[in-house]
């Protein structure tokens, strides 16, 4: 299944181009701008990026633990909403979908740092 041309030109033109590469098992802090009333302030959700889906709309999906109930926010690439994306860490994984996050509690969640550039863990 292929895109008409002039959608894909049109999704090319409105991709934006400056949010800083992240991977599943990074840890982002994503400014997301709400409008109360007349007034509009940005927000910060920060959390573990779980799952990103590439495509025409790409989204990525972040999870955070919130007074100790799983909180989950999907998020599209070229969104308005989202303001900007700061990357705070990266962990080692496995797999592209941390999916598996959502049933583990406490220290069992846990994940190792490391470093992307060098590779090597950190502790």
């Known amino acids: 299944m292929s895109i ?15 949010l800083p590469q992240f991977v599943a098992g990074d840890q982002i802090r994503v400014q997301v701008k709400i409008k109360e009333g007349d007034k509009e302030r940005l927000q910060a959700f ?15 999906t972040v999870r955070k633990m919130s007074f100790g109930q799983g909180v989950e926010r999907i998020f599209p690439f070229n969104s308005k909403v989202v303001d900007r994306v700061e990357r705070i860490r990266s962990y080692k994984v496995r797999r592209a979908k941390l999916f598996y996050i959502r049933a583990l509690r406490g220290k069992a969640a846990r994940l190792k740092e490391i470093d992307r550039v060098t590779g090597k863990i950190r502790n």
Request: hydrophobic share 35%; proline share 7%; charged share 25%.
């Open 46 to 60: 920060e959390g573990l990026v779980i799952a990103i889906n590439n495509g025409p709309q790409g989204t990525f």
């Open 4 to 18: 008409h041309p002039v959608m894909q030109r049109l999704a090319e033109k409105l991709k934006r181009t400056d």
